[in-house]
């Protein structure tokens, strides 16, 4: 839990009692009870033996609710002056106050290692007599080693009732960041906080969430609507605001909610627009702003100009602190705790693995490290065999296992049911008969914990001087709402380096996991200052369970009650100029759903193009409004030539509009004159499996030949269960597949955007992995993912 702290604590903090296990149980931060001058907190440990904080200015940042993309926020911030990396230039600068749940913080303020034993106090008050010390451990995410921080921070729980008195006899801030989280407002477990703070005369910057908050404090009004936004979107703004002072009057930013402000609080004025919802609200005279959208990600284009804004325009702030080199954190963390035992990492081959154990190599004895690839049999073709040659050029000994077999027959224990809270558990399916992705993935990340115990039974080795090396990241943790990461967050999908066994083995303390604080763009730097090879820092990521998760399982159609009537939508969207010739309720629903503006390009689309739009009966993992949906597809097809801009806007549209929907492909091929109703029956078989590795391996042989391979962050090539082109009245059984491409650009891999076709990559490469994968036996069709993220997660499961 106390991993997500961007402040480190001596080793003598470490956060062991049983009131910190009661800050476990809670979701709140650890923290140490003392004042800022040293003083010991009721029942807690001692603070600072003389105070780290500058009395100057400082920032405080409250995340209100748990948003993962809230720790982006510091990599945002504005270059420093230039200085060595770990070297503390404090003349001048801020101090950061956190406010935060964890999942806010998570990804937020990497490199922030400099700052021990920090003694914190509360906003979000705790339960009487919770005090506790922090943990050991290192921050999260911020920004590169020689990017800016404030010198100091400090992170407080965000618990139900808040002392904001304590914040002003102490530290008085320089301004307030409440970031954005899944919650609504009116819920009855909203995350809050005491009104007070808005009233200490500071600079206040609420986000998402935080802006909805805001308005309600000071009387306006915030409802859910029949539409939501997720994903990236043009919106208007007020360049004379002080906020987004050197903007232009259209901004691209990212969205993602279903709930609006609907009243305006008096005294604020709408400073940017989605269309007719309010995008932005500020009141000047109290430096008071609300952002609808998420600046802190790299999505929002100009989202570094918004904070460069507030933090040193409005609130004052500068940046002169550069964080130290986290290698040597890493380092320093691994010889702590594994001591002179042994440590056995498991590699899969990629950049996150390979990096752990490069760093268990600087750390400790080449004999205390055992590196094990295992194979699961859904690696992609060749893959085992080049992860070790690979390795075996970076001098790394590995270990390779043919496990494929377990894996495939491979079961685990589950809850009897989701609504079931009791401890009774019953065993899974054996993985080939699995079809759901949250089964899949618990299953194959117990399994490999399984293969890694026969692992040291053969070497004679005891279980208990061995510790487990894995190369998680902040956003498994995340997405897997794992308490290591947040007490609030959502789960979105249970990764395979965060199932119930490995958090057993967490609480007994015997996983090593140096990169779990990190992002992917952070282990590329650190791979590269390791001396990894490019191009195998630069490699796109491949998931632990590999294919298996490409697979999209089904052994009937995902068909619900609201399927006949998503379908008419879709149509009166696809045929949107005559449909507007004839009055229906559904269309009235579309009008309200859509801006003028996007009225009137769908006019145009419909007008110059062909097109069918449909609902595929399988259903798929998403993000919305930072929680997990599990939705149906959408189908378009057409006769003309695809125009990929106008069909981009159309998979940013339709999830607005239809809330059951959370991803949008384009069918190449001529227009799919009869959907399927059905589905071909579908596990993870050696037949199945072949058949998408061979499509998986075609699309990418290409796409590194083209050159464009540098400039996608990542393609998973999925296979679908889905026979198109079947006549109805012979009544043909489902018996093919068909496999999607999933080209996807993104700097942080929380969020993210399709390659267009003709822009980010030529058409005639796209072409020619359809055609090439066209060939395989048993294929369908093919389709082109147009999905963001959100509303659609890089992988489909």
Not at 232 to 249: E, P, Y
């Amino acid at each position: 839990m106390g991993r997500t702290l961007a402040a480190e604590a001596g080793p003598d903090a470490a956060g062991t009692s049983s009131l910190g296990r009661a800050g476990r149980r809670s979701g709140g931060f650890l923290f140490p009870g003392a004042g800022l001058g040293g003083a010991k907190g009721p029942g807690g440990g001692a603070g600072p033996r003389r105070p780290l904080l500058p009395r100057r200015a400082c920032l405080a940042v409250a995340a209100a609710a748990g948003c993962p993309r809230f720790g982006c926020l510091a990599k945002r911030a504005l270059a420093p002056p230039s200085g060595r990396p770990g070297r503390k230039q404090e003349a001048g600068a801020a101090c950061a106050l956190l406010v935060s749940s964890p999942a806010a913080l998570g990804p937020a303020f990497r490199g922030c290692c400099s700052i021990r034993r920090l003694a914190v106090g509360q906003l979000f008050s705790a339960p009487a007599g919770f005090w506790t010390r922090p943990p050991s451990q290192a921050p999260a995410r911020g920004v590169d080693p020689a990017s800016p921080l404030p010198p100091r921070l400090i992170v407080w729980p965000p618990l139900p009732r808040p002392q904001p008195r304590w914040l002003c006899a102490t530290e008085t801030p320089s301004a307030i960041i409440i970031s954005g989280g899944p919650n609504s407002v009116y819920a009855e477990d909203a995350p809050w906080f005491d009104p007070a703070i808005f009233t200490i005369g500071k600079p206040v910057l609420g986000i998402c969430y935080g802006m909805q908050m805001m308005n309600k404090v000071f009387g306006g009004t915030v409802h859910k609507k029949s539409v939501r936004e997720d994903g990236v979107f043009s919106i208007s703004v007020d360049n004379t605001c002080s906020l987004f002072r050197g903007l232009q009057k259209e901004e691209i930013v990212l969205l993602t909610h279903g709930d609006s402000v609907d009243k305006v609080a008096d005294g604020f004025k709408v400073v940017a627009r989605s269309g007719n919802i309010v995008a932005g609200i500020a009141n000047e005279s109290k430096k008071l702003y609300g952002a609808q959208f998420h600046p802190e990600v790299g999505l929002t284009e100009n989202g570094k100009v918004i904070l460069k804004n507030f933090l040193y325009d409005i609130a004052g702030c500068s940046g002169t602190f550069t964080v130290q080199n986290r290698e040597l954190e890493c380092i320093r963390e691994i010889k702590e705790r594994v001591g002179t035992s042994k440590v056995l990492v498991l590699l899969s081959g990629g950049v996150d693995s390979t990096v752990c154990t490069a760093l268990l190599n600087r750390a400790l004895n080449q004999d205390q490290v055992i590196a094990v690839h295992i194979d699961n049999g859904f690696m992609r073709k060749r893959e085992s065999q080049s992860v070790e040659e690979a390795l075996k050029k970076l001098g790394i000994q590995v270990k390779v296992i043919n496990a494929a077999h377990s894996f495939y027959n491979g079961t685990t224990t589950l809850p009897i049911s989701d609504e079931d809270r009791t401890p009774r558990k019953r065993i899974s399916k054996t993985l080939n008969m699995t079809t759901s992705p949250e089964e899949k993935r618990k299953i194959i990340g117990d399994t490999f914990v399984k293969i890694a115990n026969e692992v040291i039974g053969e070497m004679n080795l005891k279980p208990e001087e061995v510790f487990l090396a894995q190369g998680t990241l902040r956003p498994d943790l995340i997405e897997s709402a794992s308490l290591v990461a947040s007490g609030k967050a959502e789960l979105i999908k249970t990764h395979h380096n965060d199932t119930e066994l490995i958090r057993k083995l967490r609480e007994e303390g015997k996983v090593i996991e140096p990169l779990k604080d990190f992002h992917k763009d952070e282990v590329r730097i650190l791979g590269r200052e390791l001396g990894l090879p490019e191009e195998l820092v630069s490699r796109h990521p491949f998931p632990g369970p590999g294919l298996a998760i490409r697979v999209i399982c089904a052994e009937e159609p995902y068909i619900c009650k609201d399927f006949p009537e998503t379908n008419n939508i879709l149509k009166i969207v696809a045929d949107f100029s005559a449909s507007v010739k004839k009055p229906h309720t559904l269309l009235q629903r579309v009008k309200a759903c859509t801006s003028e503006e996007d009225q009137e390009k769908l006019m145009q689309i419909t007008s110059l193009h062909s097109l069918n739009a449909f609902l595929l009966p399988i259903k798929t993992v998403g993000v919305q409004g930072d929680c997990r949906s599990y939705s149906y597809v959408c189908g378009i097809s057409s006769k003309d030539e695809p125009d990929w801009e106008s069909l981009i806007f159309l998979a940013r549209l339709i999830p607005r509009m239809c809330h059951n929907i959370n991803r949008v492909v384009y069918i190449f091929g001529p227009p799919v004159k009869e959907p399927p109703t059905d589905v071909t029956p579908t596990f993870l078989t050696t037949g199945v499996l072949s058949t998408l590795r061979q499509a998986d391996f075609e699309a990418h042989n290409i796409l590194r030949e083209s050159g464009y391979a540098g400039k996608i962050s990542q393609m998973p090539v999925i296979l679908t269960p889905l026979h198109f082109d079947r006549d109805p009245l012979q009544k043909q059984p489902s018996c093919q597949r068909s496999v999607v491409i999933r080209t996807f650009i993104t700097s942080d891999f929380m969020t993210g955007i399709p390659a267009t076709p003709g822009n980010e990559i030529p058409v005639e490469v796209v072409l020619k992995m359809v055609t090439e994968i066209k060939k395989i036996p048993g294929i369908s069709r093919i389709m082109y993912d147009l999905t963001s993220k959100p509303p659609g997660t890089t992988e489909w499961e």
